[in-house]
């Protein structure tokens, strides 16, 4: 074991023999993929149940990936639907999800310092901003967001669509188990919470003067976030606002890192190169681990901390396998 886990640094128990931890204690309860909440992130709405099918394993739930849970609205005005069913709704990816869509779920967790921030991002703030969007279905999938909870990790598989198979899976919600790491080197020790891939610039990527890396970065004005939705180009103004907080710090991965995360991604998500689809059949949005930090003047973030979901049992580098204790039944 590495006593330090800073660049380039070794690798965990996990990933330096190519083992699984177990436990006795193993919670495990059956949940049922969301398809119509799928089907609102499908690149075809029209045939979304089809479409789903033919790429079934874009949708699907499959073992090892991080399950969220779907069967609270973000918001009161939501018109999702929601039949009664005997298994809770989950989901592992965001399938086709609109890139404003994406952007809107960035902003919200990445201003989310208090409670009450939250709550009014998520209903007046995302409500406004709904309303000035002309695009019908970016304005539905942001107005039908779901509260996602961590469920656990699926230990099989269960499809978005009936006609392939199976919807119902079942989920690990208690216990050990080794899973893939995100974009950030995990200690033994650590509180672990999700992030979406697509939040990874959100975060410090290495250790700054008086910062660790996965800290946050410093949070948009309330004002900027009153322009953004006054402004008519709502989808520009999202975009470029984001991109001026990628660039307080630019991204550099090591060959290493990246041929590892490269060589992970084959397998849970599918080949980038694979006949005859290729990049399109690939599985993405989808959400991983990250070590809980304070934030830099050392206050709590609500947003990152309601995700709170597990404990780093043995420590990982980036993109390999860490083993962590699911602590989701007592959130």
């Known amino acids: 074991m590495a006593s330090s886990y800073n660049p380039p640094g070794l690798p965990g128990l996990a990933g330096s023999t190519g083992t699984r931890v177990d436990s006795a204690a ?15 992130w499908c690149s075809d709405l029209q045939n979304a149940s089809n479409h789903m099918h033919i790429h079934k394993h874009k949708y699907c739930m499959t073992r090892d990936e991080l399950v969220l849970n779907t069967n609270m609205a973000l918001n009161e005005n939501s018109s999702m639907m929601r039949r009664g069913a005997a298994y809770p ?26 409670g009450s921030t939250f709550l009014y991002m998520k209903t007046e703030g995302v409500e406004d901003l709904t309303n000035k969007l002309n695009n019908s279905t970016e304005q539905q999938q942001i107005k039908n967001l779901p509260f996602f909870m961590a469920q656990g990790y699926a230990l099989g598989v269960a499809y978005a669509s009936a006609l392939s198979g199976d919807t119902v899976g079942s ?6 188990c080794t899973v893939m790491n995100g974009a950030f080197d995990c200690r033994a020790g650590q509180m672990l919470q999700w992030y979406f891939e697509f939040e990874e610039d959100m975060f410090y990527s290495s250790n700054q003067t008086g910062i660790m890396a996965g800290t946050r970065k410093d949070i948009i004005p309330e004002n900027t976030w009153h322009a953004i939705i006054e402004n008519g180009d709502t989808p520009t103004e999202l975009n470029r606002t984001l991109n001026l907080l990628k660039l307080h710090e630019r991204r550099q991965k090591s060959k290493t890192e990246e041929s590892r995360k490269r060589f992970h991604d084959r397998g849970l998500k599918g080949a980038t190169d694979g006949y005859p689809r290729g990049k399109s059949s690939c599985k993405s949005n989808m959400a991983f681990p990250k070590p809980y930090m304070l934030r830099e003047d050392g206050t709590d973030h609500y947003g990152d901390k309601i995700r709170i ?3 780093c049992i043995t420590g990982a580098r980036k993109h390999e396998m860490v083993d962590i204790m699911l602590m989701t039944q007592s959130l």
């Open 26 to 40: 193993k919670h495990i309860m059956a949940c049922k993929v969301d398809s119509n909440m799928l089907a609102g």
């Open 89 to 114: 709704s989950v989901v592992t990816t965001l399938g086709d999800c609109s890139d404003v869509c994406k952007n809107v779920i960035t902003i919200l967790y990445h201003n989310a310092e208090t």
């Open 171 to 176: 989920v690990l919600i208690g216990g050990m």
């Open 309 to 311: 979901f597990a404990k």
